[in-house]
């Protein structure tokens, strides 16, 4: 063993300024805090508005700002640009997520702040990278009807977003794949870089494999909901009590084992089902009979003879129900945070293991400003002058 302390999280040593709201931004910062940066949340007097989400919303903030700071700045002031270009200073990556100039106007650029300091790093999410679009006002929703998710999503005639902020969070996390790439970049230079994350790049990724099937075999592909499947057994059954649940058999083998399990020896002798592509050209005739063979077992009983036989299978899961999943409380995939007015909850964790284990949660969402005084002292503000700040509406603390 080396008698080198290593840091426990490998972001350790890196600070992090981030002005941010909604999600794109912040899950840049969330994946950066878990993995050990210190990230500060640069908010305006009385908070980010993301905290005061309504409906869809209300779980923005619990989600993607556990592990960082709060500092609260009105940026309208020439002292509250100041005391942000002192944290910048001390800073290794600047996080932004505001519309095209409003970093700018402030003097939060990327060419201003290089100035000051050419080992920065700058990360800036947007809704469109450099052209055409890019001063067009994006939304998750928006781009994915224009980048085909929505298409792809939806039965024919009826476009439908995918249900959740799927474009934002993985915005955010290219965002932070981004500040990583450009900080080895640095170990190499000495210098730092600026990182562009884009909702409508993200997304048109997103459905790159579609772009791809129809420029291998000429074909548009259709959306999900009415594809050909490439396996006759692959779909949602309703069962027992309204049930629901999916169920596959996606090879020979398995198509044996399944009947065998569920005793239909006269499907498996069946020469017109020999083979799965025999089977997918028989669905028509076959999937009603086995609705109709299934329909009377309630979905745990089939799910426990699936799982028995290594079948693959799932439950039809809603959200709210992970909070009890037995796996996710086995792995520990599931902290406890504490929600805006005090409850306590439980939130997913980064989906990857270091060392064997999910990065955990280390400081909880912060309030309006929980850190300002002590990051104010840590850049040279005196007392008097924090003080002071806060008299003039300038900063506020807890």
């Given at each position: 063993?080396?008698?080198h302390?290593?840091?426990?999280?490998p972001?350790?040593?890196i600070?992090?300024?981030?002005?941010?709201h909604m999600?794109?931004?912040p899950?840049?910062?969330?994946?950066?805090?878990?993995?050990?940066?210190?990230v500060?949340?640069?908010?305006?007097?009385?908070?980010?508005?993301?905290?005061?989400?309504l409906?869809?919303?209300a779980g923005?903030?619990?989600?993607?700002?556990?592990?960082k700071?709060?500092?609260?700045l009105?940026?309208?002031?020439?002292?509250?640009?100041?005391?942000?270009?002192?944290?910048?200073?001390?800073?290794?990556?600047?996080?932004?997520?505001?519309?095209a100039?409003?970093?700018q106007?402030?003097?939060?650029d990327y060419?201003t702040?290089k100035?000051?300091n050419?080992?920065?790093?700058?990360?800036s999410?947007?809704?469109?990278?450099?052209?055409?679009?890019e001063?067009?006002?994006?939304?998750?929703?928006?781009?994915?009807?224009?980048?085909?998710?929505?298409?792809?999503t939806?039965?024919?005639?009826?476009p439908?977003r995918?249900g959740a902020?799927?474009?934002?969070?993985m915005?955010?996390?290219?965002?932070?794949m981004?500040?990583m790439?450009?900080l080895?970049?640095r170990?190499?230079?000495?210098?730092?870089t600026?990182v562009?994350?884009?909702?409508?790049?993200n997304?048109?990724?997103?459905?790159?494999q579609?772009m791809?099937?129809?420029?291998?075999?000429?074909?548009?592909?259709?959306?999900?909901?009415?594809?050909?499947?490439?396996?006759?057994?692959?779909?949602?059954?309703?069962?027992?009590?309204?049930?629901?649940?999916f169920?596959?058999?996606?090879s020979?083998?398995?198509?044996?084992i399944?009947?065998?399990?569920?005793?239909?020896?006269?499907?498996?002798a069946?020469?017109?089902?020999?083979t799965?592509?025999d089977?997918v050209?028989a669905?028509?005739?076959?999937?009603?009979?086995?609705?109709?063979h299934?329909?009377?077992?309630?979905?745990?009983e089939?799910a426990?003879?699936f799982e028995?036989?290594?079948l693959?299978f799932?439950?039809?899961?809603?959200?709210e129900?992970?909070?009890?999943?037995p796996?996710l409380?086995?792995?520990?995939?599931?902290?406890?945070?504490?929600?805006?007015?005090?409850?306590?909850?439980?939130?997913?964790?980064a989906?990857?293991?270091l060392?064997?284990?999910?990065?955990?949660i280390?400081?909880?969402?912060?309030?309006v400003?929980?850190?300002?005084?002590?990051?104010?002292?840590?850049v040279?503000?005196?007392?008097?002058?924090?003080?002071?700040?806060k008299?003039?509406?300038?900063?506020?603390?807890?």
């Open positions: 063993m080396s008698s302390a290593t840091p426990r999280l972001y350790e040593h600070r992090v300024v981030e002005f941010t999600v794109m931004g899950t840049c910062g969330m994946l950066l805090a878990d993995l050990g940066a210190e500060i949340k640069v908010e305006p007097m009385g908070g980010d508005s993301t905290r005061r989400l409906g869809s919303g923005f903030f619990p989600m993607f700002n556990r592990n700071k709060s500092i609260a009105d940026l309208k002031q020439p002292e509250g640009i100041e005391a942000a270009l002192r944290l910048i200073d001390s800073a290794d990556i600047v996080s932004e997520n505001f519309k100039g409003v970093m106007k402030l003097g939060l060419a702040l100035q000051r050419p080992r920065l790093i700058y990360v999410h947007k809704g469109f990278l450099p052209g055409p679009y001063h067009r006002t994006a939304l998750d929703e928006v781009v994915q009807m224009m980048g085909g998710l929505a298409y792809m939806g039965r024919p005639g009826d439908l995918a902020s799927v474009n934002d969070i915005g955010g996390m290219f965002g932070a981004g500040a790439a450009a080895a970049q170990e190499q230079t000495g210098e730092g600026e562009q994350a884009s909702l409508f790049e997304n048109v990724f997103l459905v790159g579609h791809m099937q129809y420029a291998a075999t000429g074909r548009a592909a259709a959306p999900m909901p009415s594809r050909i499947s490439a396996w006759a057994i692959y779909d949602v059954f309703t069962v027992k009590g309204g049930e629901q649940i169920l596959a058999v996606v020979d083998k398995q198509w044996g399944f009947c065998r399990a569920f005793g239909l020896a006269e499907l498996l069946d020469p017109r089902l020999a799965n592509n089977r050209q669905r028509d005739w076959l999937m009603p009979q086995l609705r109709s299934l329909a009377d077992r309630s979905a745990a089939l426990a003879v028995r036989e290594g693959p799932a439950p039809i899961t809603r959200p129900q992970l909070f009890d999943d796996h409380a086995a792995t520990g995939g599931l902290a406890s945070i504490t929600l805006e007015d005090g409850r306590e909850s439980k939130v997913p964790l989906p990857f293991t060392g064997g284990a999910q990065p955990g280390r400081l909880q969402p912060p309030a400003g929980e850190h300002t005084d002590a990051l104010l002292r840590g040279g503000y005196s007392d008097d002058e924090i003080a002071a700040l008299a003039r509406q300038i900063t506020q603390g807890d």
